[in-house]
């Protein structure tokens, strides 16, 4: 199973950029496609974005799409999160997640994912 661990996350104001990493270890991390998840105080996980194995198919929730841009490094077992335009609704804790193969799930439900990192806290003042 894959091993999963966050960073990057930090206190910034609306408006700002932050990136966060994840890397991966203990899989065929090419072969796997990754996602990142978010969860705010008092709700429940939702899902963010998510791309493919080779990085060719990307997906994006409608609240993020044209602010977030998700990427991956095969050689270095690494997938980012750049996040722009930073809102205070984006605050929460983001998890990077693995799913079961190569290809993005079909729907974006957490079950969808097998491997879990502990996330990372993102805090975006007003």
């Known amino acids: 199973q894959v091993q999963l661990v966050e960073s990057g996350g930090g206190l910034v104001q609306a408006g700002d950029s932050l990136r966060v990493s994840c890397v991966a270890s203990?899989?065929?991390?090419?072969?796997?496609?990754m996602a990142w998840f978010r969860q705010a105080p008092g709700k429940e996980r939702e899902f963010v974005s998510a791309?493919?194995?080779?990085?060719?198919?990307?997906v994006y929730a409608t609240g993020v799409r044209g602010r977030f841009t998700i990427s991956r490094d095969n050689a270095e077992n690494t997938v980012y999160l750049e996040m722009n335009s930073l809102k205070p609704e984006d605050t929460a804790v983001y998890y990077c997640?693995?799913?079961?193969?190569?290809?993005?799930?079909?729907?974006?439900?957490?079950?969808?994912?097998?491997?879990w990192g502990r996330g990372t806290q993102v805090t975006v003042s007003s």
């Open positions: 997640a693995a799913a079961r193969n190569t290809l993005v799930p079909r729907t974006s439900g957490t079950d969808e994912y097998e491997s």
């Open positions: 203990g899989g065929t991390f090419r072969s796997t496609a």
């Open positions: 791309l493919s194995g080779d990085g060719n198919n990307i």
